[in-house]
């Protein structure tokens, strides 16, 4: 028997939490509310009937029994609950409010309060609620004609599923009211209370249309939960006697969400489809038609539902009618008076169904008394007099608002299905029309393949010639990527390459692939090939292109640099730590699969053939490129270098165009990540978005159309500057940066709480305890201490942040955190995973403060032999939080001075053990590697960068890292003891030969040899090199960091999934290896703190660190978290870099252009190739390419690529008089240049003056 929020007086949000909740439901807390008997204001209704189907061939029937009610009114909606009971009469919800359950708490004007629900009893008053609200904005320049409409017609929208699938943007714009006062705009406009919604005064949305919005997309139907709540948002005003807007105790409603409850509304109901409708023709049909017979079910039942929605406009219009035409009968100076202030009420039907607006007119009986008033506010006879209702898309809905009110511009918000050049009044079929293609061709005659039929989909999958998965695009191309496939108990990536291949999917939907016969599918040999590629233009600051215009299976694979699009791509920038993670890296799955009996392994390929549901949902930032940016490309292409042509001129030359309607036109978008393609928006502000970063989302991607379509969401900011850049490099990286909700921030503890010893907790706040981190670090995660014992051997300590405490599984803050999963370190401000009072207060390890933790203890000898160990959860006092300078003087200090000395007695002992650790860890193969960091020095003000410094390592940092290594391997240790098949461990891969390859040969020229077959050969050859080349000390330094970045980084993996072979880590030389250290930042940490706490017996395990499902899962997105933040950190430092080297946003700050030291990293020496060197800047972490003179003759070039070598010979002689080979050290030039996409570091070569270009060596 289905239920509601309508039965048994359910309200609204505990509706929400029921249907969305993972955990216990709703009605648990509620038993007293539930019985078997049906309330007394409830009918039973005729119980309806569905028959189905079964696989073996039975029919069943499914009865759904449902209550009837006559006392819900016009719908629900929420309101805060300090609307006070005394207010005046004149309020709405005192006169109806009934004694209702606390069901929610939320954040309105920066305080959490109570959510109550009030029934919209009376029509009366759902039409002064339609008249507290306002579409006119303030200081409007719409024409008289239209502030006459606007004044004298109130709009009441109901939306269809559709509208709240693909429209939500606009339902959600809010603008400006023209009755805000003082006390609003103290308020601000900004998403303020002082704006509504400007689609209509009242939004309705049914219940059938949010229970099929759930079942379709979860993320869509949270916004639409979110609009209700928005409801809950009246503006704090004082009351006034001649104020047309109703208060509400004190308030003014300015949004009204209606959620209307048609499925149990006595006077909603419709004729059920006949039973024999539902029931398939042939019961005993064939399993091939099956699929077809349940197409027609679900086409039946959508066509009930489209039936309801239209039924619930049908109520609200005939109610609104019945109650206007019986005011007009009365008389009096009293009842004029309110017919003056209550407007007529215009009921809108929102549907982008055709199909479902015809029948909105043909069901309607014709009612001779109904005249609706038109666009000048005149009541002329039209084609809708008669109706108490008008259906029209959203398209013509919005194209109407804007002809009342031109300022508007919300025409850009809706959602685009065809690529046809209609009229802007056309509203077209729904996005599943749209999908199937088949019209006009766009300019260019593109047309993909025809994703195959639902039902042939769905047998498909069934029977094994199609698979389910997610596909996932690669970094630098959208036409090439993988789908995550299961084959059996196993995960299989499929390699799925070239835009037909691909055939409109974009990263994260999820899709149906059809695997390719296995001659098709890449050996080992062409994989690692491709795989070598990749690395070496990740090394050389290159990049690496699919070419997606191949069709063969076996052409689709090959990879090629394209000229033109280097172009388009700055050739400078920060350099990258490690090498590009493969899928089985990122997703803990297999890439490749045995074909044979001998074992031959293959990658498999594939093709996508359906899409099962798209991830349209997200929002993508970049900037638009029109024609006229084309044309002054195309001029400077005319004067003699074509190939400067960028690739996103010629793609918006062949797409954009104006539009019939003379309001519209089609522009390209181009989205900042390279994993989206481009996106053509139809928009009425073409030249405002011109230079501007902007959001924008996807809506479809017809079959006749070379190019997804879309439209605009929001403008960020113009182009270039810091503060709209942070934002794009956030959106670009998927960085969560939404503040906490008020459900998250209900988990926290009081702010006055206080941190008291507990029972089973071990009380270690005698112990001088004391933290070392850098300067201004506010998130102390860790803590150590080192006393001798009564035996002569010392105990040592590591205390972690008891995170856990605090974040209890299971819960909406312990969810935000897994979802999180990191915390994201920019340049200029940090993105917490957790709360700040959890990240900055309760757990952060601070000095003098008494705070909780999970200690681990070992028994060391002075000699570093470890005897004994033990995991506690303690409370503890640090006595200092130092930093790595602070600490390194304690470490420096004479020993003779140090006797008294507390803090310095322990820090010198804990150093002395480290370099025991550190010695007996590089003995055993542990490799010591190197990044180029820096740091920068920003203006207290300003927060520009105006100084770039090299990041300084002490002694003490060392120190500190020793130990935290030692506690994660001891505490893997016992999590895998404990739980073999379910502990959260960190591997790192050998690295495959052929990504050291370049670097092997390289380093030959040098005379130096490196051995990769182990840890410990790499390890060796690398400190041999170091000792060679000691007449430079940077070049052993950048010999660790390009050894670094021929490793693909370490990831998170469940020990369940791998064999004990593959959990070892081969950059620290352990078997095994985990992160317990930083809870505070990395949600792998909790994980592995429950773990250990269930290992040790004080805590039970969370159930679903249970199964091993959830922790591939979980793995998977703290990889691609952890992934996203690495990435996010260095675009920060990049953009900063900029910001530093063009002067600072202002002109004023920063560095401006510089000289400085490089080093040469690689040579493109290659025959007809513009000669090149790849070259790192020590001073600032900069990697850039560098072109040499074009004024040198090809004659005078000694190009030797065995070498890594480029020469210059004497014209004249033919003597070699110049060169420049790797690892070479050069003078490099540094400033910033202003580019078609905004500015771009460039690195200009000054010496060898020979190589160098004349005007830039002058």
């Not at 709009?155 to 939500?168: G, I, Y």
């Not at 299976?553 to 090959?558: M, S």
């Not at 140090?898 to 490799?927: M, N, S, T, W």
Request: charged letters at 25%; glycine letters at 6%; proline letters at 4%.
């Amino acid at each position: 028997m289905s239920r509601t929020f309508a039965d048994h007086g359910i309200t609204i949000l505990e509706y929400f939490r029921t249907t969305t909740s993972n955990y216990s439901t709703m009605m648990n807390d509620n038993n007293d509310n539930y019985n078997d008997d049906p309330p007394l204001s409830s009918l039973r209704a005729p119980p309806a009937r569905h028959y189905y189907l079964t696989r073996r061939g039975k029919i069943l029937q499914s009865t759904t029994e449902r209550y009837l009610r006559d006392d819900l009114g016009f719908g629900s909606m929420l309101v805060p609950s300090t609307a006070s009971s005394s207010s005046s009469s004149s309020s709405l919800y005192d006169s109806g409010r009934k004694k209702r359950k606390k069901i929610k708490e939320d954040t309105i004007a920066g305080k959490i309060v109570e959510l109550i629900p009030y029934t919209i009893e009376h029509v009366s008053t759902l039409v002064d609620l339609l008249g507290s609200t306002t579409t006119n904005s303030k200081g409007s320049s719409s024409s008289t004609e239209s502030t006459t409409t606007a004044s004298t017609v109130l709009r009441l929208v109901v939306v269809d599923t559709n509208v709240l699938l693909h429209h939500m943007d606009v339902l959600e714009y809010l603008r400006d009211n023209d009755f805000a006062d003082d006390d609003d705009s103290a308020c601000g406009t900004k998403g303020g209370s002082n704006r509504h919604h400007a689609i209509a005064n009242a939004i309705v949305i049914p219940q059938t249309a949010l229970e099929e919005c759930r079942h379709r997309s979860l993320v869509m139907y949270r916004r639409a939960t979110d609009l209700v709540r928005s409801s809950s948002s009246p503006t704090s005003s004082s009351t006034s006697s001649n104020n047309s807007t109703t208060t509400v105790g004190g308030h003014r409603q300015r949004r009204c969400v209606i959620v209307f409850a048609d499925v149990h509304h006595v006077d909603t109901q419709i004729k059920s489809l006949p039973p024999e409708s539902q029931l398939p023709a042939s019961t005993v049909s064939s399993n091939e038609n099956d699929d077809d017979e349940l197409a027609a079910s679900s086409t039946a039942i959508n066509d009930e539902n489209d039936a309801r929605l239209r039924k619930v406009a049908w109520f609200y219009g005939r109610a609104l009618h019945d109650f206007h035409h019986s005011q007009e009968g009365g008389g009096g100076d009293q009842h004029q008076h309110q017919q003056e202030q209550r407007k007529k009420v215009e009921v809108v039907f929102l549907s982008d169904d055709a199909q479902s607006r015809k029948l909105a007119l043909l069901e309607q009986p014709r009612d001779s008394s109904i005249i609706i008033s038109s666009s000048s506010g005149s009541g002329r006879r039209t084609k809708d007099n008669g109706l108490y209702y008008k259906a029209r898309s959203v398209r013509e809905h919005v194209t109407l608002l804007q002809k009342e009110d031109p300022t508007l511009n919300l025409l850009d918000m809706v959602a685009n299905f065809n690529v046809g050049t209609g009229s802007s009044g056309g509203g077209g079929g729904t996005a599943m029309t749209a999908e199937e293609g088949g019209g006009r061709t766009e300019s260019g005659g593109y047309n993909y393949t025809p994703h195959v039929a639902s039902s042939t989909l769905s047998h498909g999958l069934r029977t094994n010639r199609y698979y389910q998965g997610i596909y996932r695009s690669n970094r630098d191309s959208y036409t090439e990527g993988y789908v995550t496939i299961r084959r059996g108990e196993d995960r299989v990536a499929v390699v799925v390459s070239g835009r037909e291949d691909v055939n409109r999917a974009v990263d994260g939907d999820i899709v149906a692939v059809e695997l390719f016969a296995v001659d098709h599918w890449l050996s080992t040999t062409a994989a690692a090939a491709t795989t070598t590629t990749t690395a070496t233009a990740t090394a050389t600051g290159g990049s690496v292109e699919a070419n997606d215009g191949g069709s063969g299976a076996t052409g689709r694979i090959q990879n090629e640099t394209s000229s033109a699009d280097e172009e388009g791509k700055p050739t400078s920038g920060i350099a990258a730590d490690t090498a590009e993670p493969s899928v089985r890296d990122i997703e803990n799955i297999a890439e490749e699969v045995p074909v044979d009996e001998e074992g031959r392994m293959r990658r498999p390929v594939g093709k996508v053939v359906g899409i099962i549901r798209r991830n349209f949902h997200k929002n993508f930032c970049g900037s638009i490129c029109t024609v006229d940016d084309t044309k002054s490309n195309e001029n400077d292409a005319s004067a003699g270098h074509p190939s400067q042509l960028h690739p996103h001129d010629a793609i918006a030359a062949k797409h954009e165009r104006e539009h019939a309607d003379g309001i519209t036109s089609t522009v390209v978008f181009f989205s900042i990540d390279q994993r989206v393609p481009p996106i053509l928006l139809r928009t009425t502000q073409r030249e405002r978005l011109v230079g501007m970063r902007i959001l924008v989302s996807m809506d479809s991607w017809p079959a006749d159309s070379e190019y997804p379509l879309g439209h605009y969401v929001q403008t960020l900011g113009l182009a270039g500057t810091k503060d709209t850049e942070t934002q794009v490099l956030l959106q670009e990286f998927r960085i969560p940066c939404e503040p906490f909700p008020a459900k998250v921030l209900a988990c926290l503890p009081p702010a006055d709480y206080q941190i008291e010893l507990e029972p089973g907790r071990a009380d270690l706040r005698h112990i001088p305890v004391l933290s070392i981190d850098p300067p201004g670090c506010k998130d102390i995660d860790d803590a150590l201490h080192c006393i001798q014992l009564s035996n002569g051997n010392w105990q040592v300590g590591v205390h972690i942040a008891d995170v856990t405490h605090y974040v209890e599984a299971g819960t909406a803050i312990d969810l935000e955190a897994a979802n999180r999963s990191t915390s994201t370190y920019l340049v200029n401000k940090r993105l917490d995973m957790l709360p700040s009072l959890l990240t900055t207060d309760l757990c952060s390890l601070k000095g003098n403060v008494d705070r909780f933790a999970f200690s681990v203890l070992w028994e060391v000898t002075p000699e570093a032999t470890i005897v004994d160990v033990e995991f506690k959860k303690s409370i503890i006092h640090s006595i200092a939080a130092l930093t790595y300078q602070q600490a390194q003087s304690l470490i420096d200090k004479p020993d003779k001075d140090c006797r008294d000395d507390i803090q310095a007695g322990a820090v010198k002992r804990l150093a002395l053990l480290a370099r025991k650790f550190r010695a007996r860890r590089i003995a055993a193969g542990a490799l010591t590697l190197a990044s180029p960091e820096v740091k920068f020095v920003l203006d207290s003000e300003s927060l520009n960068p105006t100084d770039v410094q090299a990041y300084t390592l002490y002694e003490a940092n060392a120190l500190v890292e020793e130990f935290m290594l030692l506690a994660n391997v001891t505490v893997a240790k016992k999590i895998l003891r404990h739980y073999p098949t379910l502990s959260i461990l960190r591997r790192h891969p050998a690295p495959n030969r052929s990504m050291f390859d370049g670097l092997i040969q390289k380093a030959k020229t040098r005379g130096i040899s490196l051995c990769i077959d182990d840890s410990k050969k790499l390890a060796d050859s690398l400190d041999d090199a170091g000792r060679a080349l000691s007449s430079d000390p940077y070049l052993d330094q950048l010999l660790r960091i390009l050894s670094t970045r021929c490793m693909s980084p370490a990831q998170y993996f469940c020990s369940g999934e791998y064999q004990a072979k593959d959990w070892h880590h081969y950059g620290l030389a352990a078997p095994v290896y985990t992160h317990f250290t930083s809870p505070i930042r990395r949600y792998a940490d909790v994980c592995v703190h429950r773990l250990l706490a269930a290992a040790i017996g004080v805590a039970p395990l969370p159930v679903f660190l249970s199964s091993k499902s959830h922790l591939h899962d979980l793995a998977a997105n703290m990889n691609r978290r952890h992934r996203a933040a690495q990435l996010a950190g260095r675009a920060s430092v990049q953009l900063h870099t900029l910001i530093f080297f063009a002067g600072g946003d202002d002109g004023e700050e920063g560095g401006g252009a510089k000289e400085e030291d490089a080093y040469v990293l690689d040579i493109d020496a290659s025959a007809k190739s513009q000669p090149s060197l790849t070259v790192m800047v020590p001073r600032y972490g900069i990697e850039g390419k560098v072109r040499l003179s074009k004024s040198i003759k090809d004659d005078c070039l000694d190009r030797d690529q065995e070498k890594h070598r480029l020469g210059y010979k004497d014209p004249m002689t033919g003597k070699l008089i110049a060169s420049v080979a790797v690892f070479d050290k050069v003078r490099v030039r540094i400033w910033v240049r202003k580019s078609r996409d905004g500015r771009e570091l460039v690195v200009d070569l000054l010496e060898p003056k020979l190589f160098a270009d004349p005007d830039v060596a002058g």
